[in-house]
């Protein structure tokens, strides 16, 4: 089974600023690589999928890159509402499709 | 937007068995693999299950195989989730989700219920 590492647990940012989340992979996923957000009390919303692309209804602000083992998720500018937990998923190998145990991006 | 609206989580007790139930709207459901995904109470997700568009074909995590029986009935836009042999470390809010590709599976999931919550305890 695939292992995703993500870091840092927390990451404490100021609005308007740019937060980068990263996540690794025990062994190559290709570009298999997708990212949800998860803010308080509500379910996970798909982000970006196939590394880099952006679901339906995304901001630019966010931005996804990275293949192989190493990816990265980008918050340009963060507003009130990307205050939230994010979690990686790769979907090269499955099942299952293994979860990072998530980023917590917290107001500082 | 695609109502997914999960039900059947109660308390139970370990050892025991439940159903529980996702009604889907919005999309045609029998194009899609559908998923099961849980989360315990301030932890990460998990992977449960999934049940292909046909019906033809359902994978597991490991956790759960020989436990745990997902089905579909396309004809009442519906996907369950037979949890039996239940232990503690079951208990979690359960989310059914929707994979992202038409006819195929992703394992991407682009739409999710609420969840139902599902506790074991004595």
């Known amino acids: 089974e695939i292992v995703m590492t993500q870091s840092p647990a927390t990451l404490s940012v100021s609005p308007g600023e740019r937060a980068t989340l990263s996540c690794r992979a025990s062994q190559s996923v290709s570009s298999n690589l997708a990212w949800y957000q998860q803010t308080p009390g509500q379910a996970p919303r798909l982000l970006i999928y196939?590394?880099?692309t952006r679901a339906t209804g995304i901001p630019a602000r966010f931005s996804g890159s990275g293949s192989g083992t190493e990816f990265t998720l980008t918050i340009s500018s963060l507003q009130a509402e990307d205050f939230a937990v994010y979690y990686c998923?790769?979907?090269?190998?499955?099942?299952?499709?293994?979860f990072g145990q998530g980023t917590k991006v917290e107001v500082k | 937007e695609v109502p997914l609206v999960e039900s059947g989580g109660v308390v139970v007790q370990p050892g025991g068995s439940l159903r529980l139930s996702c009604a889907a709207s919005?999309?045609?459901?029998?194009?899609?693999?559908m998923h099961w995904v849980r989360q315990a109470p301030g932890k990460g997700l998990e992977w449960v299950s999934l049940?292909?568009?046909?019906?033809?074909?359902?994978f597991y995590a490991d956790s759960v195989k020989g436990r745990f029986t997902i089905s579909r009935d396309n004809s009442k836009n519906s996907l369950y989730l037979q949890l039996n042999s239940l232990r503690t470390e079951d208990t979690a809010l359960y989310y059914c989700?929707?994979?992202?590709?038409?006819?195929?599976?992703?394992?991407?999931?682009?739409?999710w219920g609420q969840g139902t919550l599902v506790t074991v305890s004595s």
């Open positions: 989700a929707k994979d992202v590709n038409r006819e195929d599976t992703a394992m991407v999931f682009d739409y």
């Open positions: 196939g590394a880099s």
């Open positions: 919005g999309f045609t459901f029998d194009d899609y693999t």
């Open positions: 049940i292909s568009w046909d019906g033809g074909n359902t």
């Open positions: 998923q790769q979907y090269n190998n499955w099942p299952p499709g293994t």
